[in-house]
Each structure stands twice: as C-alpha cells, then as structure tokens.
C-alpha cells in the first residue's frame, strides 16, 4: 500500500501565498508523475499541475504564471509553491501519484485526503 500526507492548507488573503506539501511512503518501488488536483462542492475535481518522472510540468491555463510544482524524488515528496492567490483559488486540494509498487511492481494510482485551501478577499 502506498500512503499519501498532504499539508500546508490553510486561509490566506488574496495576493497571499501558500505551500503545499505531499509524501509518499509505502510500497514504493518507483513513482512516475504527481499531480495535484483541487475540487470544490458540486463541481468536478480539476488538474491544477502535474510533474513526470523526468522533471517536465504542465498546468491548467488558470494557474500558470502563479503556481510552480516541484518535487524531492529523494524523498518521494511533491510540493506545489501557491502565489498571488485569488479567492477563486479556495478548494480542497488532493495530491495524487502514479507508480510502481515494490510488490510484483503493480501500478498504482494512490489520492491524499485533500487539504483545505481558502482565500479570503
């Protein structure tokens, strides 16, 4: 089983900034991309930024310029840096990671349990 633990949520003004943190442990033999999606009530979960094995990026048109995604493969850990926050940033956000597992290197798709997210105006 592989486990994730976000943090780093929080209330923040508009203009503001946040980090948020996501470990992976487990039955890790190797991870491939890690993601972050975020989710408000009644709508669906959306990519908000993804991160390949290699290092290479991509993010959703409402974040880009504003949000970078890094990660310590050291540590199996995925980071999204949050600037110029905007009220219509607030969610639940949800890191998600692809892989391998260390028992006969069955893929896998594992969710964190979200963190909360909330810009105030």
């Known amino acids: 089983q592989v486990q994730l633990v976000e943090s780093g949520g929080g209330l923040v003004q508009a203009g503001g900034s946040l980090r948020l943190s996501c470990a992976a442990s487990?039955?890790?033999?190797?991870?491939?991309?890690m993601a972050w999606y975020r989710q408000t009530p009644g709508k669906q979960r959306e990519l908000v930024a993804r991160?390949?094995?290699?290092?290479?990026?991509d993010y959703a048109d409402f974040v880009k310029g504003r949000f970078t995604i890094s990660r310590a493969s050291a540590k199996n850990t995925a980071y999204l840096q949050m600037n110029s926050l905007k009220p219509e940033d607030t969610a639940v956000y949800y890191c998600?990671?692809?892989?391998?597992?260390?028992?006969?290197?069955?893929?896998?798709?594992?969710w964190g349990q979200g963190t909360q997210v909330t810009v105030s105006s």
């Open positions: 487990g039955s890790i033999f190797s991870l491939n991309a």
């Open positions: 998600n990671v692809e892989g391998y597992s260390d028992y006969a290197y069955a893929e896998f798709s594992s």
């Open positions: 991160i390949s094995h290699s290092g290479s990026t």
